[in-house]
C-alpha cells in the first residue's frame, strides 16, 4: 500500500522560497505509471492542482503557477520536492503530496495526511 508523507517548514516570510519533500513508499516514483502531485487547499477555499512529476522526471505545473513553482525529485530517496518561490500571505494552505492517475485533482488515489503552511512576516 504506497504512502506519502510531505515534510518541510511550516512558517515562511513573503517573498521566501517554500520547500517541501514528499516522501514516497511502497511504491516507485521512477517505475510506476502515475504523477505525482502537488495540491494544496487555501482556508475555505478548495483543493488546487499545482503540479506534478513522472516517472522520467517530466514535469507539469498549474499555468496559475508555472513561473513560481518547481518540482524535482530525488531517486535514491524515492522523494519529490516542491519549490514555491516570492511566497506570500495568500500561499497560505495545507499543502499535500500525492498520487494520481492523470493531471489535475480528480485521478487522486492516495495522498499524504497534509502540512500546515502558513506565510507571514
Known amino acids: 500500500q504506497v504512502q506519502l508523507q510531505e515534510s518541510g517548514p511550516g512558517l515562511a516570510k513573503p517573498s521566501q522560497t517554500l520547500s517541501l519533500t514528499c516522501t514516497v513508499s511502497?511504491?516507485?516514483?521512477?517505475?510506476?505509471?502515475?504523477?505525482w502531485s502537488w495540491i494544496r487547499q487555501p482556508p475555505g477555499k478548495e483543493l488546487e492542482w499545482m503540479g506534478a512529476?513522472?516517472?522520467?522526471?517530466?514535469?507539469y505545473y498549474s499555468p496559475s503557477l508555472r513561473s513560481r513553482t518547481f518540482i524535482s525529485r530525488n531517486t535514491s530517496k524515492n522523494q519529490f520536492t516542491l519549490q514555491l518561490s516570492s511566497v506570500t500571505p495568500e500561499d497560505t494552505a495545507v499543502y499535500y503530496c500525492?498520487?494520481?492517475?492523470?493531471?489535475?485533482?480528480?485521478?487522486?488515489?492516495?495522498r499524504g495526511q497534509g502540512t500546515q503552511v502558513t506565510v507571514s512576516s
Open positions: 512529476i513522472t516517472r522520467s522526471g517530466s514535469t
Open positions: 500525492a498520487r494520481a492517475s492523470a493531471l489535475g485533482i480528480n485521478t487522486l488515489d492516495a
Open positions: 511502497g511504491d516507485s516514483i521512477t517505475t510506476s505509471f502515475y504523477f
